[in-house]
């Protein structure tokens, strides 16, 4: 089959030995071999953030949204409430899980082309008493906005609230500093900016919230956070784990570690700051003010007689995967993530495609 360059936030484009992992022998998850090979991915991943001291790492079998419903379900206590600070796709999406749980929901919504207003975030907090968690996504895939993730975390200590992070998309592509954004529920995912392979994903608990989590009335089996750390913990998983895509997370730790995370981080800066100087120079305008841009999407604007399928497809037959904007921007944006191995070749490659196909579409 084609190999193609993926410029989707994710799955992402992984290193040979990352997929070659995946092809270790057979294991049985209840035996001593898996269990070292679950915890010492739970320890990487702290290593590799610096959390060790601070965070548990707790794994689901599942993408990135199995992950933020544990996050979710497990953290709101009865007849308390779930602050949203939305400015997107996915911030609907955890506001859409509280409500699909009947949790209580503030769904605090705004302008998904602009950071959110944390003063109105604020207001509402101390307004309402029976708020316990507030959440907010950190890197807005359905834009590529880079959310205040300090800011909120301020506002959380300050009023003692639990705070929930939607990193699936930024860790290990963005800035995170896990004590000064008093972060207590990071979610992530393998197959995004932790380059590996998709199946598997997690939440980071910070340890003082740990005791609040477990005076939680449990709502969910399969996504309650402390009965699978518990289990996790003593080796132990409570279900069948995706056994091979534990071997690649691991490979794809080492990697990371190896690279370590302020080296991928700058990677993909400067393969953004790369891109975005060809977009430029193609005439091609951004969705968001660049201030806003964080280091691995850039949300475009289709030019007038472009549409995305044509875009899409010239580019594909070329070799190189683009992704559609979602809900209302659907018709109006293409998104080009710079996420995985991708290389400063396949960049330039990629920029000199998609200059042929505007000009062929007869984009101006
Ligand atoms: C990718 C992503 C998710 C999860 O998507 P899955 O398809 O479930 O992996 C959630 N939030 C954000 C911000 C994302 O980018």
């Given amino acids: 089959m084609r190999r193609y360059i993926l410029l989707n936030p994710g799955p992402v484009n992984v290193k040979e030995s990352v997929r070659k992992a995946l092809l270790a022998p057979d294991m049985c998850h209840r035996e001593p071999e898996f269990s070292r090979l679950m915890t010492g991915c739970a320890k990487k991943l702290l290593l590799a953030f610096g959390i060790t001291g601070t965070h548990k790492a707790v794994f689901f079998t599942g993408s990135g949204t199995a992950a933020l419903e544990a996050a979710v379900v497990s953290s709101v206590p009865q007849g308390k409430k779930i602050l949203v600070i939305n400015n997107g796709v996915y911030g609907e999406r955890i506001a859409e899980i509280a409500g699909r749980h009947g949790i209580g929901l503030i769904n605090l919504k705004s302008d998904m082309t602009k950071t959110p207003d944390i003063n109105a975030a604020e207001e509402i907090i101390r307004r309402d008493k029976d708020i316990s968690v507030v959440a907010m996504v950190h890197h807005e895939t359905s834009t590529g906005i880079l959310n205040p993730v300090y800011e909120i975390g301020r506002l959380c200590k300050k009023h003692n609230k639990l705070y929930l992070l939607d990193s699936i998309s930024a860790l290990g592509g963005e800035d995170l500093d896990f004590r000064r954004a008093n972060v207590d ?17 997690f939440v980071l608990v910070s340890k003082r919230a740990l005791p609040k989590l477990k005076g939680v009335h449990p709502r969910s089996l399969y996504f309650d956070i402390s009965l699978n750390l518990e289990g996790q913990k003593k080796g132990e998983p409570l279900f069948t784990p995706a056994v091979q895509i534990f071997y690649s ?23 953004a ?19 806003y841009h964080s280091n691995t999407i850039t949300a475009l604007r289709l030019p007038k007689g472009v549409t995305y399928d044509k875009l899409h497809d010239a ?13 209302k921007l659907k018709r109006t944006i293409f998104r080009i993530a710079n996420m995985g191995r991708i290389t400063v070749n396949d960049a330039c490659r990629l920029l000199m495609a998609l200059k042929s196909a505007l000009k062929k579409e007869g984009a101006g």
Wanted: proline share 3%; net charge positive; with cysteine.
């Fill in 185 to 201: 529920l990071c979610v992530g995912t393998a197959n995004k900016c932790i380059e590996g392979i998709p199946g598997v994903s």
């Fill in 273 to 291: 700051a790369l891109l975005r100087k060809g977009f430029e120079g193609a005439g091609l305008k951004y969705l968001i003010e660049p201030k």
């Fill in 249 to 271: 997370l691991d490979c794809a730790l080492d990697e990371l570690m190896k690279e370590g995370v302020q080296g991928r981080i700058k990677r993909y800066k400067n393969l």
């Fill in 315 to 327: 580019l594909k037959a070329k070799g190189f995967v683009i992704y559609a904007g979602q809900s």
